[in-house]
Structures are given as C-alpha cells and as structure tokens.
C-alpha cells in the first residue's frame, strides 16, 4: 500500500514541545517527498495584546521569524529536502465563540488541502504562548487527515 503525502502541516505555539513536532513533521515530509507548512498559532493573551497596542507585534513576528530559522536550520543540518511555508492565526477569538485553536487547527489542515499532521500533545503550560498541548486529543479525534501526535 502506497501512502501518497504532499503537504504536512504542523502547528505550533513557539515552546519545545512544539520545535520537537516540527522537526518530525520535516522527517516525515522528507521520507515522503512532502512539503511542510508551518502555521503558529498565537494564544489569546498574545492577540489580546496585540490588539490592545501592549504588544507590539513585531516582537511576535520576530519570535516566529526565530522559529522559523530554527526549523531551517533542522532542514540543514539534517540535510532534508523539503519545502516550507508558514502563517499565523490567533487560537481564539472574543467575538466568535466558533473559533477556538481545535478549529483553527483543522480549519487551517483543511485549507491548506494537508495530506498529514503533526501536533504538539503537551506544552509546558507555564511557558507564554503555551496553548496546543490542550487540543491535541481534538486533533487526533476529528481530523479528516492522518495525525501523528510527539
């Protein structure tokens, strides 16, 4: 049997739990010819303080920026041969009860037309930004894609 992979999607929240799901979504996506799409997703607080002006949003956008060099670097130095792309969404809004980061997650994959996932399964919860490890067993529950859960 033939597993046929294009794109593996994989989000994160920027804590180690979550550099460790990227660097095995890129093991997967070289074993399969695959490209990889990165999407971070920002927590609550962080959007909330973007939005209110007390935090400045490129300072997140050089958290990601620093991620991503990470994840470039993993690319290198294990010699992969893979395509990355990356975006952001905030895990959460005030005004739709609807989008929550399980949604954002799947909404994302299936936007995206993702053939397999990787997700975090356990965030330090006291590190800031901290949110994927909690929707995990969603992911693996209602995704229509294969999910691989580090």
């Known amino acids: ?4 992979i294009e794109t593996v999607f994989v989000p994160v929240d920027g804590t180690d739990t979550s ?3 990227a660097e095995n979504a890129l093991a997967v996506a070289d074993r399969y ?3 990889v799409h990165v999407l971070h997703v920002i927590d609550e607080g962080i ?3 973007i939005d209110s002006g007390s935090i400045d949003p490129d300072s997140v956008a050089d958290e990601h920026r620093a991620f ?3 994840v470039r670097e993993m690319v290198r ?3 992969y041969d893979v395509t990355l792309s990356q975006s952001a969404a905030a895990g959460y809004s005030a005004s739709s009860l609807s989008r929550h980061p399980v949604s954002v997650v799947l909404d994302a994959a299936e936007e995206l037309d993702a053939d397999f996932i990787v997700v975090p399964r356990e965030s330090a919860m006291d590190e800031p930004g901290a949110m994927l490890g909690r929707v995990a067993g969603y992911v693996l529950s209602y995704a229509s894609q294969p999910v691989l859960s580090v």
């Open 19 to 21: 550099e460790m799901a």
């Open 33 to 35: 010819g695959a490209d």
């Open 1 to 4: 049997m033939s597993v046929d």
């Open 68 to 70: 991503m060099g990470a």
């Open 77 to 79: 130095d294990e010699g």
């Open 47 to 49: 959007a909330r303080g």
